[in-house]
């Protein structure tokens, strides 16, 4: 078996085994995800060491030729991606263990299995065509997890939220998919890279359709809506798992792969998506203000480190890409566990209403010192990740010359320690 085809298919078997599991056997689903995240995880470490020194792991199923056959390729980018994902599957999968307000915990763990396989198989798609087969598997399973997270009218209202959002701005990315492929003469990526496209013309509007698409699912403004409803209507291990880790990984990902691979980018796109950014930063970390619930100001600050990544890739220079990519990890990270921490209080308290809380550090320092590492590491300061990543955008925004977009990225920091705070 090509070791491509086991972070994909293997958590696929498994979620639909897992609905064939009676619900009186009990810490079978708990153990078979754990176990399966964890193979899964070791794969995608074995794929990322090839890729590091320039050997890439490849499957290619024929199909209709011409850059349209089923193709996933580990190089360096993606197998970074696809370990990314596999952690935070796994990190997942344990907390979820004795969490109890997550639905039933059948198609709790089915979600989580089905989301990891197509999030490995967009990570590592090499074709358009098998990346837009993948992304729109994903949606579905971002509806049915809102939707079966709670039996609530409010969490079937924004599961139809999220859905009808990311399905009209995936119109645009397979209308952006379809135009590229028409450009290029080609749907496989590598070939794409090979000789980027251009903006001029009809390669401008492939560009901002794609970029459209890897926007919504990055939850940038204004495709962002829908998180902070989901914050309330769904359960923290999904807010810990999908709009924390894998939406945004495989969002800033896409971002990336357009921008950096695919396109030519010129000064006026480039302002384009460094302005998305700076708004992105500040109007959310300004709605976070205001926000008197745990999950929903913690999903505002999700979409407001979503503009430094934006922002680091839109420098279109080597030290902003790599800060923006960098965060993209970090934030995920410190996001994930910012929203475990909240599940946590929720669990404890039985309430998420900042203004009844308070006094918890004596009753839960773990979470509390949890707590206080994350939110420090989301405000950029150091010694922790969220320092380095930011550090490395300010030196990319500065390298650009648009002083602006560096003040911007500051105020935000400083806005995000204070609504810590």
């Known amino acids: ?36 995240t964890a193979v899964c995880f070791l794969a995608a470490l074995n794929a990322l060491a090839p890729a590091l020194l320039g050997q890439h792991y490849q499957l290619t199923l024929p199909w209709l030729g011409g850059g349209m056959d ?51 198989g967009a990570a590592l798609a090499d074709s ?63 070939e794409i890279s090979a000789e980027k496209l251009t903006l001029n013309g009809w390669g401008g509007l492939a560009y901002v359709l794609l970029l459209i698409g890897a926007l919504s699912k990055a939850g940038a403004i204004p495709f962002h809506t829908w998180i902070p409803d989901a914050a309330v209507d769904s359960s923290a291990p999904f807010m810990a798992y999908v709009p924390a880790a894998i939406d945004k990984l ?8 357009i921008s950096v691979y695919l396109f030519q ?10 302005t998305i950014g700076a708004l992105t930063i500040i109007i959310a970390v300004m709605m976070a203000f205001v926000q008197q619930d745990y999950k929903r100001l913690l999903s505002y600050h999700a979409v407001s480190q979503t503009g430094y ?13 790599a800060g923006g990519l960098f965060h993209m990890i970090n934030h995920a990270s410190y996001k994930s566990c910012l929203f475990m921490t909240a599940g946590a209080v929720e669990r404890q308290a039985g309430t998420g209403d900042l203004g009844r809380l308070g006094g918890l550090f004596r009753a839960m320092p773990v979470t509390a010192v949890c707590f206080v590492i994350a939110a420090a590491a989301i405000s950029g300061i150091a010694p922790f990740n969220g320092f380095f990543s930011k550090e490395l955008i300010y030196k990319g925004t500065l390298e650009t010359g648009w002083l602006s977009f560096f003040i911007a990225a500051e105020v935000g920091s400083l806005l995000t320690l204070a609504s810590f705070l």
Do not use: H
């Open 128 to 190: 358009l065509l098998t990346l837009l087969f993948f992304w729109e598997g994903l949606l579905i399973f971002l509806y049915t997890f809102i939707a079966l997270s709670r039996d609530t009218a409010g969490s079937r209202a924004t599961a139809m939220k999220a859905f009808l959002i990311n399905g009209v701005t995936d119109l645009c990315l397979l209308l952006g998919i379809g135009l590229t492929a028409y450009l290029a003469g080609t749907m496989s990526m590598s």
């Open 70 to 120: 089923f193709s996933l390729k580990a190089d360096q980018l993606s197998a970074f991606l696809l370990l990314a994902v596999s952690f935070f599957s796994l990190l997942v999968s344990f907390y979820a263990f004795s969490f109890p307000d997550k639905g039933k915990a059948k198609w709790f763990y089915f979600n989580v299995l089905l989301t990891q396989s197509f999030a490995a």
């Open 309 to 321: 990544m934006i922002l680091g890739i839109g420098t279109l220079n080597p030290i902003g890409i």
């Open 265 to 274: 980018l010129n000064g006026a796109m480039q302002l384009v998506l460094m």
């Open 1 to 36: 078996m090509n070791l491509l085809s086991i972070p994909v298919l293997l958590p696929l078997a498994a979620g639909l085994l897992i609905l064939a599991v009676s619900d009186r056997t009990r810490w079978l689903r708990e153990l078979l995800s754990i176990g399966v």
């Open 250 to 257: 495989l969002g800033i990902y896409f971002l990336a792969r």
